[in-house]
């Protein structure tokens, strides 16, 4: 089956430090989906990124991440983190074209702690 | 404001219990979807609806089972709890099902559910 694979559990960086959250995936799917969602505290998961263009960077609020097939990745970065980038990160996987986005399969998440 | 609104908030049962959990959207969205996210932060899909319609149903125990009234409403039914149901159970809806742009979900705060 599909299966997504995150930087394992804590990250914790200095604020202005470059953020580098690893992803990569597993499927059948010939034009898979990724996307990047991010928790925070006390407050509703919520899509940070998504791309099903292989090599294509995309960006949002800070953060970028660039689909490589080649290499089923997906990996999200940041240059300077902030205080408030402090949250839960989840890879999720889907298939464009097959009832896009009917399931996401998410990887175990990745908590990111910044410290001043 | 446009949302997505669960009821409970948080739940505290004994083993052997039923319990039901109510989720709302307003978005005007066909799809939606129940997720497990369990003490490891681990987020699974469970059951997805488009239209009242059940199109993902992954595998949970029998004793979980989803009801939807309308395509703005899908509930989670849970009968006699187990103390591995201790979790917190997220709603989701999505645009509908096609290609990239109905793909993403937007998440409700979750409903905290404690099993003695």
């Known amino acids: 089956g599909d299966s997504v694979t995150q930087t394992e559990g804590l990250v914790t960086l200095t604020e202005g430090l470059p953020v580098m959250l690893n992803c990569t995936y597993q499927t059948i799917y010939s034009n898979p989906f990724l996307f990047w969602y991010v928790h925070y505290l006390n407050e509703s998961p919520r899509l940070l990124l998504k791309s099903s263009t292989d090599n294509k960077r995309t960006e949002h609020q800070g953060f970028h991440a660039t689909l490589h097939k080649s290499s089923s990745s997906f990996h999200l970065q940041k240059s300077s983190a902030q205080l408030s980038d402090s949250a839960l990160y989840y890879c999720a996987l889907s298939d464009v074209n097959n009832n896009a986005g009917a399931k996401l399969t998410f990887g175990g998440g990745t908590r990111l702690t910044v410290r001043p | 404001e446009t949302a997505v609104f669960q009821t409970p908030n948080y739940h505290v049962t004994q083993v052997g219990n039923e319990v039901s959990f109510n989720c709302k959207q307003t978005?005007?969205?066909?799809?939606m979807y129940w997720y497990k996210q369990d003490s490891k932060k681990l987020l699974k899909i469970m059951f997805s609806?488009?239209?009242?319609?059940?199109?993902v149903n992954e595998t949970v125990p029998r004793r979980f089972s989803p009801q939807s009234s309308d395509k703005a409403h899908l509930n989670l039914r849970i009968k006699s709890v187990e103390p591995e149901d201790s979790a917190v159970y997220l709603c989701?809806?999505?645009?509908?099902?096609?290609?990239?742009?109905?793909?993403?979900?937007?998440f409700g705060p979750g409903t905290r559910l404690t099993v003695l």
């Open positions: 609806y488009n239209n009242k319609q059940l199109i």
């Open positions: 989701a809806s999505s645009l509908g099902l096609g290609g990239p742009n109905y793909a993403e979900q937007f």
């Open positions: 978005l005007g969205h066909d799809t």
